[in-house]
């Protein structure tokens, strides 16, 4: 096994063993690039060592030669007293990682070869310089010593030469530093700064290879879901000097705009100054296209570069580069980040410059990125102009744009909310007991916690905007206020807004504009010429997405409304009508009746009143979906639902008691509430067990939906209903509605002279309908898996009460890297479904199947059901576009 591959011998393609800096500065050294010279040590002796304790035995051989193959190329040896080589040592996991140990640059600086450096630059200031930056980074990274000493000490020295920045001093002054800086060290560690080069190395390697389990990292990683045993890979890399002067200096670039996707010059360059410099911000940068006059040549061949990488990688990179007396090194690139809005314009730009072909447009963008522009969002242009401004920022943890008074408790934001007044939820970290607060507001801020904490995940669930970990402000709930950086204050009642896409915080009111991708959806927007460059980015996206895909995509609606949204947003059908719905506001006193009825003549006169209000909504339905299909879920939840709270009826009966007054109505309705009573509803009295129990209940719901499909294909529409039986076990449930079912449907068929093909089908969301799903689907026309119900079923937790409770320390420790209720369990729940599929495909081959959880409109669990061949998703309306672009993607 080779532990350690020269620069000249890897590829982009070995991220995996060579990590994303190495493979990339692989692949730039044999593009030909001016890289300088050096070799990266793999992933696997990292794991190794992680294993075992210690460095593989080969790696210590391996090294030197590679090491004396590099002092070879150069000329020099590492640390030589007259003429040093130096290196830095640098980490880099296959995905990049803060968290993870810093570079250490200078390696090979000592006592000795400092003079040597200073010799042979013909600049002491310069070799004194690049030796105090070794040994404090040294220091912090590799010893452990506490930054702040070396930089306090560093404010010491330049205080005392009244210096404005560090270059002010000069060698005289760091040389003292140096004396300084090897004091802390000593101190701190109990032992000198090593002065031979190689242990410095070797140090530092390990120092790498150690960083991967730091704390910080190992939260990343979770909060990332990067898996623990990757690994990182280690670049020893030979040094040039960007503080040569000021004919040298550092900077990093963007091969075009990662906010917009333009092309040009992007970047930030500091003269005279090393790496680190920039982006600690310690000096001002200068714009990048402000090198065209510092140094012309550097500049040009700096934008050939660019061109080169961008035709190479096919896509925007991000680089970094170091100008040493005028010759330019490449010393970073990578594939950049960017903005959502960003990914869809440059997929698209880069189609049309020839350099991907449509597929692969397709695979540059996600799910996740349209969803962040389908959020309305904060109007810029409003921000600063004395209404509202930036006070802050944290992580950006559910997204949305929440504007509302700053409340900084639960019961607060209740009783304000109840007022009519919007509110934003403010706590240092939310915990259960803010969850009526976090309902009642419009968004929740917090100064602590990451992705993964309580604040974050439960917003996330409740699809509310959450802004967390800002950091910077200081929440202080006794004085119920807020204090920004400069010392603003947010008092209780004071407007503020908060961006859960970018993680922004502001004070005053920024107002809120629609998405232009939403209006576009909506058909507001056309994706002609003049419409914005990013509506007809997704335009064309979504095209290419609808012209790929195999699945299916349906919408979750129970409303005329909703289905129409639905087709707009491109919905090929109702996956899931849940009639509950239809059910409540007014016609709740008609379920009451229901529920109460003591005889069969009360029950059929309240069904009776229920069958055309129902029938009426179907009617819209189908119209709205002409010519789709529209799947009717038979009424789910338990009765009691219908009625009133059993504590409050309660106390309303006795306080009527107490008063000498009875009221019968109320004593039959307490007596009901107490008799549907059930200690673990979710499991009780539901679904098809109420249509079996209640008489004629399923009965006047199938006859609602034939009796409104004969009306519409009387009308000369073309009305496609299926009826779905939900919570089924097992297939005598089935066989029973079933029955019952066909009679009435036959019924109006004769009776109306039309064959309406109805459907008749189950969800399975049981882990016993899963396991007979082959008996099931003798009995069922298709199957939708209801994958909400089946997660719970599947865990034995509910939902609404484990969110709250323990999945923020299940995140935490990694027992799951993602909510099982955001994103399937392929292994547990979905392994029940592709069994479902496998088997009931079997027993009938034409069975329809389809998902109707919320999991239809999840990215990732959307490619897991095209991958096990299900015929269509179904989702909320506004996650239709993701589901159709991630219908397109699996199958590209
Ligand atoms: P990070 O992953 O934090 O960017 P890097 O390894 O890229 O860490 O290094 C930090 C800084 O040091 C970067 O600005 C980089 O360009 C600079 N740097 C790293 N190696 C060298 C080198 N051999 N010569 C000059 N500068 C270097
Ligand atoms: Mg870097
Ligand atoms: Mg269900």
Known sequence: QKFVYDFTEGNKDLKDLLGGKGANLAEMTNLGLPVPPGFTIT???????????????ALRDEVSTHL???????????????????????????????????TVLNIGLSDASVAGLAAQSGDERFAWDSYRRLIQMFGKTVLGVDGDLFEEALEEAKRARNASTDVDLDAGDLKSLVEEFKGIVSEQTGRDFPQDPR????????????????????????????PHDLGTAVNVCSMVFGNLGPDSGTGVAFTRDPASGQQGVYGDYLANAQGEDVVAGIRNTVPLAELETIDKKSYDQLMQIMETLENHYRDLCDIEFTIERGKLWMLQTRVGKRTAAAAFRIATQLVDQ????????????????????????????????????????????????????????????VARARAGEKVILVRRETNPDDLDG????????????????????????????????????????????????GGLVVAEGDVISIDGSTGSVYRGEVPVVPSPVVEY???????????????????????????????????????????????????????????EHMFLGERRE????????ETEEECEAALAALLPLQKGDFVELFEAMDGLPVTVRLLDPPLHEFLPDLTELSVRVALAEARGETDEDDQRLLQAVRRLHEQNPMLGLRGVRLGLVIPGLFTMQVR????????????????????????????????CVREEAEKVIAEIQQARGVDLKLLIGTMIELPRAAVTAGQIAECADFFSFGTNDLTQTVWGFSRDDVEASFFTAYLEKGVFGVSPFETIDKDGVGALVRGAVEAGRAARPDLKLGVCGEHGGDPESVHFFHGIGLDYVSCSPFRIPVARLEAGRAAA
Request: charged letters at 30%; proline letters at 4%; one cysteine or more.
């Open 438 to 485: 976090m309902i009642a507001a419009e968004g929740i801020l917090t100064s602590r916690g990451g992705k993964t904490s309580h604040a974050a995940v439960v917003a996330r669930g409740m699809g509310k905007t959450c802004v967390c970990g800002a950091e910077e402000l200081q929440v202080d709930l006794k004085q119920r206020r807020l204090t920004a950086p």
């Open 68 to 102: 004396e193959a590099l002092e070879e190329k150069m000329g020099k040896k590492l640390g030589q007293a007259d003429d040093p080589l130096l290196v830095s040592v640098r980490s880099g996991a296959k995905f990049s990682m803060p968290g993870m140990m810093d």
């Open 590 to 597: 008609l379920v009451e009746r229901l529920v109460l009825a």
């Open 521 to 579: 959806f909506e058909g507001r927007t056309r994706p002609d010429e003049q419409a914005d460059e990013l509506v007809r980015a997704v335009h064309r996206i979504m095209t290419l997405a609808d012209g790929n895909r195999r699945l299916r995509v349906r919408a979750n609606a129970d409303n005329a409304e909703d289905a129409a949204r639905a087709r707009r947003f491109g919905a090929q059908g109702i996956g899931l009508c849940r009639t």
């Open 354 to 413: 020839g350099l991907i072909d449509e597929t692969e447009a397709l695979r540059r963008v996600n799910g996740a990125q349209l969803a962040q522009l389908m959020f309305p969002r904060f109007d810029e242009s409003r921000i600063g102009d004395g209404a509202a401004e930036r006070i802050g920022r944290g992580i950006a943890a559910s997204p949305g744009a929440a504007v509302g008074a700053a409340v900084f408790d639960s019961a607060t934001a």
């Open 199 to 226: 242990e410095q190395m070797d140090l530092a390697i390990r120092a790498v290879f150690d960083s991967w389990n730091g704390e910080r990292a190992k939260l990343y990683r979770r909060q990332e879901r990067i």
């Open 704 to 735: 609602a939906v034939a009796e409104a499909a004969a009306d519409r294909a009387a009308a000369g529409g073309d009305p496609r209903a299926e009826i779905m039986i939900p919570l089924v076990g097992t297939v005598q449930e089935l066989e």
């Open 43 to 57: 992933t696997e002796a990292c794991k190794v060592y992680l294993a075992s304790g210690s460095e593989p035995p």
